[in-house]
């Protein structure tokens, strides 16, 4: 395999065996601790734009399979990990890890001693980053990536362009696709939901067309404040229909409704993040993906509620509004990869649809 | 709320003596508990009857008892010490039945006192197979097709039913024992009777066999808030089918896709929430690797065996956790140690492969069925922490202290393919190596998967480790791959061989390369989050996170895996050393493999480092760290092996120096010593050819002692009374090392005594001196040992005080000593002298309260007895009695003779003390697992040299109102002393036999001194293998007999006739 190198912003580079794509590369470096589920993670459209480090340092082991993708195309800018499983074993093994990213035109990089560029991240928090041939002179490289300016576009990336249904026969759910993993699709289609995903720049009005029971605002990449359309789409329709959001939909809920965000030094990737639910007073384990959190003091000014934080660091995790039919988690409920620990979130928000419906029958 | 306030007194209960199934890992499970209450506020009463635990240390707990686990005893404690409640989930099988136990009689409601952390009825649910399979019915959890039975006609219909193979699994007991896996009628009905024997409620799980699924175990903690986590999970190597203690086990899971990960996971949580576990639970699932089908297999509702290893593999404490959970705290206030900032709500996320390889005995036991089944035949184990799994694997396999430096075993190389093929199939202890040869020999991964079931993923990883051997051997001394083979994990050992040059040569080459290791932190949060634990690993990587400190530091070398010879005493002596450095201001910095131990809790020492111990691996610890100098003499031989070459390298031996050591191994040196000294020994020879040994063997006269030099515990020593014995005794060493000489002793019989001396070079303190009820002959770690002495006089004393001053000086001893005398006729002879820690240290400190291996330690590191206020000589005696008894482990260990002799074959030790000697012997035989039984049978099968000793045994269990059986030879030598015996036939007969009196429990007690002599499946052997089998008492030595029964003299009475008044008259 060829060498190849990984520059960061700040100078230091990384020199390994070059997988996956023969391409160069630039992104956000970002680290994720899972041990299993690189397959979901490679294809979970939030990672956008990113050079995604796999702390583990086995990755591989079972191949691609054909059941676990969370998009029809990935996203990621690049793959950095230790040692790469050349001979994958599993009864669902279609291909290697380095054939897919090969197809899919996404470098990788293995040999690396990656628990130091995870303390590096750690340190100095996400930065830029270049995955590129080992005999290209590092210095200029360094400069190149430093210029290189930050992604803003990753919704209009990841999203839907045209609208689509997935038919049921149960409540009629409308999906906004902010770059949306299939898991959450699977839960509703599991919950027999009549489910229709639209784009993310889809208006509130024509969102209001399909008469949907609930609207859930999906998981994406990026900085909420990237897609201002959005909030005010969401705030259109707060109040109108009940609201579910996720990670990115979370945060987007909460801009809607006055609140801010923030980025945080390294973000939540991994799927051992303990959030403490406070409307049930218990701890779970959560699945989490995100660069950007809600923040607590602007919570204060508006009509929110923080319902979860994060154990180890205080972040806010989950939000309920206190006059409208709306909530959101900034983890990932379905899951995959990662405990399935929440999915009762979803039976919440179907008993809140159902509520919301009541009640409006009877003061309709 | 914090903590339960309705509590303030806990009785923690231990696991007793060290047993296959139950060892070391429940005095680290332990003491992390009784710890974790006292943090809390607790008052900690312990109960454990092992007194070569550190659990059993007067700091660990409150009030400790050393008394026998059994309900009477702690039923006792429990009416004196009031305690509100108790807590049985850390030590093992043994302090869960106890618990059960207490309840079912009542004790726990009679006192009022609380069950913590597992109720009841999860306790039954989880060890009841019946229950067990109703709850995983009732949670929807598939569990094999199986059913209970309670008598072997019901077993064979049952697997008529289902079919063959099917595995036996008796209820309630450890580690497996009495089960195994049966391919057709026989094999069943013999295993489930023994299996129904074992079982205390006997009972026995037929079940349907799945060998050949992937076994994973999940380590997973609850509290009262149902509040739920894995701390991690672990995959096996082997398939179903090896007991899990047996197999060679991953962590994390290596072969599972998330899907996979989370469907067992969430098994796993549902099972813990329905028993409604407070603390830590065990499951073990295995997984269909052809598609989602997945059965539960068991649940230990307690800490167990895996908890520990997944406590060193993830850094995260379950034992204290659990400990503090069943007290009434939550997960989520609870702060995670290892980071101080997160909290234990969580789950550790590792960026590094655990192996764990279990340890097994049949390098002393070589006629041992080495079979690997669903039976656990590990006396221990070791853990390693790679980068990558073929790193984590070789460090695994340098280890286990065997020998071997990687993949290779020469014994092996001779080997046909057809009959390494054989050994695939039915695997034995060295799996590992025959799968590393095949490779060798051009099998593929596909065929070696066939006759294995091994996952793919790690036959290919092995198969790769064998290219690179080639390719290393085909570019001899090249850097570049040399480079590969170092970050692949290849010891400098192994590579030198492919290389036809020394270790120390590669050592050299890579240093002039710079090729050298890095040590990375075990954190649980794969550096997500800052931590600051002193635990490492190396690896051949970039960046090194182990910074050496400016302080002065002292670098200990652990013992390594618990193997019979070298149990877990040296790890006791280990943690106090450890413990002495720290409180003289020094750095202590450890090095071990062992998971089990509390030695690997990494806030034992100021450091940590979780590596192999083998000359390679402790050169680059002292290269970073720089130590003042190495304590070699608590790890037993495994460090002591180290110290040569240590000093060739350069460096500082601290305390008793390497020339003592060899004055005291080598014979020559030995002997010269001893009679520099002017200090008695048993006539012996050293004999470099083999040859040449019968002319020694006459030369001195017969019995004689032969051995090779250089043995753990007695490793292939024998005593032999005959040429015919001699040379099937050579016939047998064959593999032996031919470069160790081998040595003949006198065999002399006489009075065995042990002395544990403290000395600084000048001052020499003796403890205590103990005394062995068996005569010389059986290995000291064998033999029951009696403190203070009974039958020595004075003057006895004082002469074995004098030599053991003179050696110690002589030998400029710095540190502990231990000398084994023979006395013979008043006269003191001096049989053996260990210039370093042995295994009475922990026992002799806990009953004579001086911790002998802080004080030793400090001698070492240059403090003085006298500036510590100690004179030479032996400390006052204390006023009561304690013995040790040793503790074996035959039922797990099958076709192993069990007659006692100068090879060690216990596993553990308990302790008994009282105020007389037989009560301290009854409290010890009781603690060791012994019955004595007041009234009953005996069966006599002894030796013609024994008869004349045996007769007046005989006459006493009589008088005591025993019912005596013995066989031909035996029966007549009583029925002519006038000794009412009944005739039994021999084996193989068809009327009632000396087989079937045993089996049909007709018999309370064994005596058989029949040597195994030449035939390796004698009658004598049958006969105490039968007994073994059966759960009955197998007394093989006369003085063990003897003492017993003292003990039930004292403790029964016997009906006597007045004497004859005529008699007296006349």
Redesign the interface.
């Known amino acids: 395999m060829p060498k190849r190198q990984l520059i960061l912003e700040d100078g230091t580079i990384f020199n390994g065996n070059g997988f996956g794509a023969e391409m160069e590369s630039v992104g956000e470096v970002v680290f994720n601790t899972g041990m299993t589920g690189y397959q979901e993670v490679i294809t979970d459209p939030s990672y956008c734009g990113q050079i995604v480090t796999m702390t583990y340092p086995l990755i591989g082991n079972y191949g691609i399979n054909r059941d676990d993708f969370e998009t029809v195309t990935p996203f990621i800018h690049g793959l950095v990990v230790k040692e790469l499983t050349e001979y994958p074993s599993s009864f669902r093994s279609d291909e290697t890890l380095h054939g897919y990213l090969q197809a899919n035109g996404i470098p990788g990089i293995s040999g690396i001693d990656t628990r130091k560029l995870t303390k590096i991240i750690r340190r100095h928090g996400t930065m830029k980053a270049m995955m590129t041939d080992a005999d290209r002179p590092a210095e200029e490289l360094i400069e190149k990536v430093k210029e290189q300016p930050h992604y803003t576009d990753q919704v209009k990336q990841t999203s839907t362009v045209k609208p689509y249904v997935v038919p049921g026969r149960g409540k009629r759910i409308v999906l906004v696709d902010f770059g949306m993993k299939h898991g959450i699709l699977r839960e509703l289609t599991k919950r027999n939901c009549h489910v229709t995903v639209v784009p993310y720049n889809y208006s509130a009005g024509n969102i209001l067309r399909l008469k949907p029971d609930g609207v859930i605002l999906t998981n994406g990449p990026g900085n909420p404040k990237n897609v201002p359309d959005s909030i005010a789409m969401i705030k259109a329709i707060l109040g109108g229909i009940p609201l579910f959001g996720i990670c990115l939909g979370h945060q987007l809920l909460a801009l809607a409704c006055g609140a801010d965000t923030k980025k945080m030094t390294f973000g939540h990737r991994g799927v051992n993040h303990p959030v403490k639910d406070l409307e049930k007073n218990k701890t779970f384990m959560t699945s989490q993906n995100h660069s950007y959190a809600v923040t607590h003091e602007s919570l204060k000014r508006t009509e929110l509620t923080i319902t979860q934080f994060a154990l180890n660091d205080n972040s806010v995790e989950g939000i309920r509004h206190k006059l409208y039919p709306a909530f959101s988690v900034q983890y990932h409920p379905e899951g995959s990869p990662g405990p399935e620990d929440t999915p009762q979130l979803f039976d919440d928000f179907l008993l809140m649809v159902s509520e919301f419906r009541r009640k409006e029958h009877i003061y309709a | 709320m914090p903590k339960n306030p309705s509590i303030e007194k806990i009785l923690v209960i231990g696991s007793g003596p060290i047993v296959i199934g139950q060892a070391a890992e429940f005095d680290y499970s332990g003491s992390q508990a009784c710890q974790a209450l006292k943090e809390e506020g607790y008052t900690v009463v312990l109960a454990n009857s092992n007194p070569a635990t550190i659990m059993t240390d007067e700091t660990v707990a409150d009030q400790i008892y050393m008394e026998p686990l059994t309900t009477d005893f702690l039923t006792k404690i429990i009416r004196k010490e009031q305690p509100d409640a108790i807590l049985p989930t850390l030590g093992g099988q043994t302090a869960l039945n106890l618990a059960v136990e207490l309840e079912q009689t009542g004790t726990l409601a009679e006192y009022g006192v609380a069950l913590l952390g597992t109720p009841l009825n999860a306790i039954e649910q989880a060890e009841d197979r019946g229950k067990f399979r109703v709850l995983m019915r009732e949670l929807g959890e598939p569990v094999p097709d199986s059913d209970i039975v309670q008598s072997v006609d019901e077993a064979c219909a049952f697997a008529r039913d289902i079919g063959y193979p099917v595995i036996v699994r008796p209820a309630y007991t450890l580690g497996g024992t009495g089960g195994g896996m049966c391919y057709n009628e026989p094999e069943l009905q013999a295993i489930t009777r023994n299996g129904l024997a074992l079982s205390p409620v006997n009972q026995c799980l037929i079940e349907k066999n799945i060998a050949g699924f992937k076994e994973i175990e999940y380590e997973v903690m609850r509290d009262r808030?149902?509040?739920a986590?894995?701390v991690c999970n672990m995959e096996n190597v082997d398939p179903v089918g090896i007991h899990t203690g047996d197999s060679v086990v991953v962590a994390?899971?290596?072969?599972?896709?998330?899907?996979e990960?989370?469907l067992l996971?969430?098994a796993s949580l549902k099972i813990i929430r329905a028993l409604d576990i407070e603390g830590g639970c065990n499951v073990q699932l295995a997984l269909d690797?052809?598609?989602f089908t997945y059965y539960v297999i068991e649940v230990n509702p307690r800490v167990s065996r895996s908890s520990a290893l997944a406590s060193k593999a993830t850094g995260y404490p379950i034992a204290k956790m659990a400990a503090k959970i069943a007290a009434g705290l939550t997960?989520?206030e609870i702060v995670n140690p290892i980071t101080g900032?997160?909290?234990a709500?969580?789950?550790?996320?590792?960026?590094?492969?655990i192996t764990k390889i279990p340890r097994f005995p049949f390098d002393k036991f070589t006629s041992g069925n080495r079979h690997l089944g669903t039976q656990m035949k590990a006396t221990g184990e070791i853990m390693a922490i790679g980068?990558?799994?073929e790193e984590s694997l070789l460090k695994g396999v340098r280890s286990l202290d065997t020998g071997a430096e990687g993949l290779l075993s020469p014994d092996l190389a001779d080997g046909t393919v057809e009959e390494l093929k054989t050994r695939l199939q039915k695997a034995d202890d060295e799996r590992l190596f025959v799968l590393a040869e095949v490779f060798r020999r051009g099998m593929t991964v596909e065929e070696v998967w066939q006759l294995t079931k091994i996952?793919?993923?790690f036959l290919?990883k092995i198969e790769q480790l064998i290219h690179l051997e080639m390719r290393l051997t085909a570019n001899q001394l090249v850097p570049e791959v040399l480079t590969e083979a170092k970050h692949k994990g290849l010891s400098d050992a192994h590579i030198a061989q492919l290389w036809h040059t020394t270790a120390d040569n590669i050592y050299e080459l890579r240093m002039k390369h710079v090729i050298t290791p890095v040590y990375?932190m075990v954190d649980t949060?794969?550096?997500?989050?800052?931590s600051e634990t002193p635990y490492f690993y190396s690896t051949f990587?970039?960046?090194n996170e182990s910074v050496s400190s400016g302080r002065e530091k002292i670098l200990v070398l652990g013992s390594g895996p618990i193997r019979i010879g070298q149990g877990i005493e040296f790890d006791y002596a280990t943690v106090h050393s450890v413990l002495a450095i720290k409180e003289m201001g020094y750095e202590a910095i450890i090095m071990n493999n062992n998971p089990e131990t509390v030695s690997t809790d990494f806030s034992i020492s100021d450091k940590l480092y979780f590596e192999p111990l083998t000359l390679e691996d402790v050169m680059h610890v002292i290269n970073l760290e720089q130590p003042k100098g190495v304590i070699v003499q608590f790890g037993g031989q495994t460090a002591i092996n180290l110290a040569e070459g240590l000093e060739r390298r350069g460096v500082a031996i601290l305390g008793t120096n390497l020339e003592a050591i060899g004055k005291a191994e080598d014979r020559n040196q030995f002997e010269q010593l001893l009679n520099d000294l002017e200090l008695l020994r048993p006539e012996g020879k050293t004999v470099l050819k083999f040859d040449r040994v019968e002319e020694a063997a006459h030369a001195i006269g017969y019995p004689v002692l032969v051995r090779p030099s250089y043995v753990i515990g007695g490793s292939r020593m024998e005593i032999v009374y005959d040429d015919d014995e001699l040379r099937h005794y050579l016939a047998k060493s064959n593999g032996a090392d031919d470069t160790h000489p081998i040595l003949i002793d006198n065999y002399m019989t006489g009075i065995e005594v042990e002395v544990d001396a403290v000395s600084d070079g000048e001052t020499v303190i003796v403890p205590g001196i103990m005394e062995h009820i068996e005569r010389s002959g059986v290995h000291s770690g064998d033999s029951i040992a009696v403190y203070p002495p009974q039958r020595l006089s004075q003057s006895v004393k004082r002469e074995c005080m004098q030599a053991t001053e003179k050696i110690a000086r002589e030998l400029q001893v710095k540190g502990l000593i231990n000398i084994q005398f023979i006395i013979r006729d008043d006269g003191v002879y001096v049989l053996e002298v260990n210039p370093r820690a042995s295994r009475t240290i922990p026992f002799l400190s806990k009953i004579t309260g001086v911790t002998m291996a802080n004080l030793a330690t400090r001698c070492i590191l240059g403090e003085t007895l006298s500036g510590m206020g100690y004179d030479s000589g032996i400390l006052p005696e204390r006023d009561f009695v304690s013995v040790k008894v040793p503790v074996f482990s035959f039922e797990k260990l099958r076709s192993v003779d069990t007659t006692l002799g100068p090879e060690m074959k216990s596993t553990g030790e308990a302790i008994g003390h009282d105020k007389t000697l037989e009560k301290a012997l009854y409290k010890g035989l009781i603690a060791a697992g012994l019955s004595v039984p007041q009234e009953g049978a005996v069966l006599l099968t002894v030796a013609d040299k024994d008869k004349a000793e045996a007769l007046t045994i005989a006459e006493r269990f009589h008088q005591l109102g025993f019912k005596l059986y013995a066989t031909e030879g035996t029966a007549a030598y009583m029925d002519e002393a006038n000794i009412p015996v009944t005739k039994v036939a021999k084996i193989g007969s068809s009327e009632r036999n000396v087989l079937s009196i045993i089996e049909n429990g007709d018999v309370q007690f064994v005596v058989n001194t029949l040597t195994s002599g030449k035939q390796p499946r004698s009658d004598g052997f049958m006969i105490r293998r039968e007994a073994v089998e059966h759960g009955i008492a197998c007394l093989t030595n006369l003085d063990t007999a003897t003492a017993i029964l003292n003990v039930i003299d004292v403790t029964t009475f016997s009906a006597k006739p007045m004497m004859n008044k005529r008699n007296v008259l006349s």
Not at chain 2, 252 to 259: E, H, I, M
Not at chain 2, 345 to 353: Q, S
Not at chain 2, 525 to 530: D, I
């Open positions: 808030h149902d509040q986590i894995v994390p899971s290596q072969t599972l896709s998330d899907r990960y989370q996971r969430n690797p052809d598609s997960l989520d900032t997160t909290y709500c969580f789950e550790p996320a590792l960026d590094y492969v980068r990558h799994f996952d793919r993923f290919v990375k949060c794969a550096a997500e989050f800052e990587e970039e960046e």
